[in-house]
T-cell receptor, first 117, second 111 residues
Framework: NAGVTQTPKFQVLKTGQSMTLQCAQD?????MSWYRQDPGMGLRLIHY???????DQGEVPNGYNVSRSTTEDFPLRLLSAAPSQTSVYFC????????????????FGPGTRLTVL | TQLLEQSPQFLSIQEGENLTVYCNSS?????LQWYRQEPGEGPVLLVT?????EVKKLKRLTFQFGDARKDSSLHITAAQPGDTGLYLC???????????FGAGTTVTVRA
């Protein structure tokens, strides 16, 4: 299993450009999510999906769109990049919401480092 | 959003020393997790705790969940350079899937 893969690893954009960050998992996980990580702020949830065709907003969804057409893929779209979106983006997946009442293990990808000029 | 505060923000110690990292909140969590993240990589789960007062050991790492399920600590005994990394706590309610992360503690163990 490759686990959770993310592409690209690095990206530089100009303000106003759009792009899609790719995320795929081969573990047949039901739940997938996108986080951004900024210095001193930890990981913040952008969007998440509980299954194919179902998505919902997290803590910081503005400026981002997602879709989930298959179980494996969960792309994140930046509509019009802004310098405030400079960050490291992580995709994560988990098999289920909970296992016997506890949070299930989240598996993270290696991240995409995005710079918006 | 449930806030998790981690302390200290940075910790630098000599190999062989012990260290403790704290994770505190004003909210009650039904479940709390600890992750370790190495530079250039995504976080990796170390442990999940559920029951108030629960203590879990993972080799030289000891995790404790507070009795009121509002706080947790991670203690490393005889730290090694391989323990270097960013330690993150995360709490949430399995019913709504949204996980809240602390800002993390950067641990550096010098050889």
């Amino acid at each position: 299993n490759a686990g959770v893969t993310q592409t690209p690893k690095f990206q530089v954009l100009k303000t106003g450009q759009s792009m899609t960050l790719q995320c795929a998992q081969d573990m047949n996980h039901e739940y997938m999510s996108w986080y951004r990580q900024d210095p001193g702020m930890g990981l913040r949830l952008i969007h998440y999906s509980v299954g194919a065709g179902i998505t919902d907003q997290g803590e910081v969804p503005n400026g981002y769109n997602v879709s989930r057409s298959t179980t494996e893929d969960f792309p994140l779209r930046l509509l019009s990049a802004a310098p405030s979106q400079t960050s490291v983006y992580f995709c994560a997946s988990s098999y289920s919401r909970r296992v016997g009442g506890r949070l299930d293990t989240q598996y993270f990808g290696p991240g995409t480092r995005l710079t918006v000029l | 959003t449930q806030l998790l505060e981690q302390s200290p923000q940075f910790l630098s110690i000599q190999e062989g020393e012990n260290l403790t990292v704290y994770c505190n909140s004003s909210s009650v969590f039904s479940s709390l997790q600890w992750y370790r993240q190495e530079p250039g990589e995504g976080p990796v789960l170390l442990v999940t705790v559920v029951t108030g007062g629960e203590v879990k050991k993972l080799k030289r790492l000891t995790f404790q969940f507070g009795d009121a399920r509002k706080d947790s600590s991670l203690h490393i005994t005889a730290a090694q350079p391989g323990d270097t990394g960013l330690y993150l706590c995360a709490g949430g309610d399995p019913n709504d899937y949204k996980l809240s992360f602390g800002a993390g503690t950067t641990v550096t163990v010098r050889a």
